[in-house]
Every structure is written in C-alpha cells, then in structure tokens.
C-alpha cells in the first residue's frame, strides 16, 4: 500500500527554489519519493510525494 504527501511553496523572496529543493531532500531521506511537481501562475510549487506505507 502506497501513502502521499503534498507539499506546497509560494516563491518569494524569503523562500527560494533552494529551500524547496531541501525540503524535498529532507523527505527523501526518510524514504518519500517524488511523483510530480507543477507550478502555477500566482508563483506556487507543489510537489507529490510517495512512500511505502509499510516503510
């Protein structure tokens, strides 16, 4: 059985590609991996994530 995340981050100044980059890193140290990511026009990214269940 699969579980998911989604995480979500507005592009601002204060928050960059790198943060989300790390963050993304973070959660795949502990064993999620990514599915997607898109970006919509008001500057947010999203990413799904997917893990094991049993991990």
Do not use: C, P
């Amino acid at each position: 059985m699969k579980e998911y995340k989604f995480l979500k981050q507005k592009m601002t100044w204060s928050k960059s590609q790198d943060n989300f980059e790390d963050e993304i890193n973070s959660h795949a140290k502990q064993g999620w991996r990514v599915v997607n990511v898109y970006a919509n026009t008001s500057g947010g990214v999203y990413a799904l994530l997917e893990k094991d269940k049993n991990r």
